[in-house]
């Protein structure tokens, strides 16, 4: 029993240095302001603008169409939204064109928004990676991020909890 309880200490001792390690890049959760951005929405003219977000707290899910963990992630970030459970928008990056991000959207079934972001969002987010998100509370500023594949649970949490923070 010590030994199984000691090799799982282990394993998450290892989980939490290989998740610190790829986020020490990402923008800090100090409750620091968002980057501004004002970007087109896919399969519209519209711009949508971070202060669109003001008054809720939102996901913001960055990714590439092209990305495998994306594939898998998303549907978990559409079905924690679609249990009312948080709100989400995601912003495509690293897209060779907009029909490329709407055969995404489409083979993924995703209503919430997308919008088409830039190397330049890239670079205000210190996106290195995909998928990557930040949690966003009711006065714009970061709660909390991750990088890589989330489970719905995993979504669900991190914006409850982040969320719980303001009330």
């Known amino acids: 029993m010590k ?9 998450l001792i290892v989980f939490y240095g290989v998740s610190a390690f790829q986020q020490r890049n990402m923008l800090p959760v100090d409750d620091s302001p968002a980057p501004y ?7 519209t ?8 977000l003001q008054g809720q707290t939102t996901v913001v899910y960055f990714f590439a169409p092209w990305c495998s963990i994306c594939k898998l992630s ?6 924690a939204m679609d249990d009312g459970d948080i709100n989400a928008i995601a912003i495509a990056l690293d897209y060779e064109s907009k029909e490329q991000v709407a055969d995404f959207v489409s083979q993924m079934q995703l209503n919430m928004p997308i919008l088409l972001g830039s190397t330049n969002t890239a670079k205000q987010y210190k996106i290195s990676a995909f998928p990557t998100y930040y949690v966003i509370d009711e006065s714009l500023s970061i709660t909390a991020r991750s990088m890589g594949y989330s489970s719905e649970l995993g ?3 991190r914006g409850k909890i982040n969320a719980k923070k303001i009330d």
């Open 37 to 43: 951005f004002s970007l087109e929405q896919l399969n």
């Open 155 to 157: 979504i669900k949490f």
């Open 74 to 79: 998303m549907p978990n970030l559409q079905a």
């Open 45 to 52: 003219e519209q711009r949508f603008t971070i202060k669109s």
């Open 3 to 11: 030994k199984t309880f000691f090799q799982i200490f282990i394993i």
